[in-house]
Nanobody
Framework: QVQLVESGGRLVQAGGSLRLSCAGSGFTFSSYAMGWFRRAPGKERELVAASWTDTTTYYSDSVKGRFIISRDNTKNTLYLQMNGLKPEDTAVYYC??????????WGQGTQVTVSS
């Protein structure tokens, strides 16, 4: 059974940093592209960063230069280092597994709140 568990979200002041973690189980973690999504209140879920199996990464324009996605395949864990946080980064952050071009197998999410 595929399971993704996010952690690391909390309240932080603008300009601060956080590192989110996503622990995967029930599948061969190293064989899948993984992504971080977020959903802010009143907005649709958006992909903010992705890590492909060939080490290629993707970042949305809104986080490029501030967030860093990484993975430790020996620990089956995906990370999102978030620097220079802004109030508009406030959202529930989810990780997801990419299967045949589609992201799914969502975790429960972790709340990130950035105060101004």
């Amino acid at each position: 059974q595929v399971q993704l568990v996010e952690s690391g979200g909390r309240l932080v002041q603008a300009g601060g940093s956080l590192r989110l973690s996503c622990a995967g189980s029930g599948f061969t973690f190293s064989s899948y592209a993984m992504g971080w999504f977020r959903r802010a209140p009143g907005k649709e879920r958006e992909l903010v960063a992705a890590s492909w199996t060939d080490t290629t990464t993707y970042y949305s324009d809104s986080v490029k230069g501030r967030f860093i996605i990484s993975r430790d395949n020996t620990k089956n864990t995906l990370y999102l280092q978030m620097n220079g946080l802004k109030p508009e980064d406030t959202a529930v952050y989810y990780c997801a597994r990419n299967t045949k071009g589609n992201f799914g197998s969502w975790g429960q999410g972790t709340q990130v709140t950035v105060s101004s």
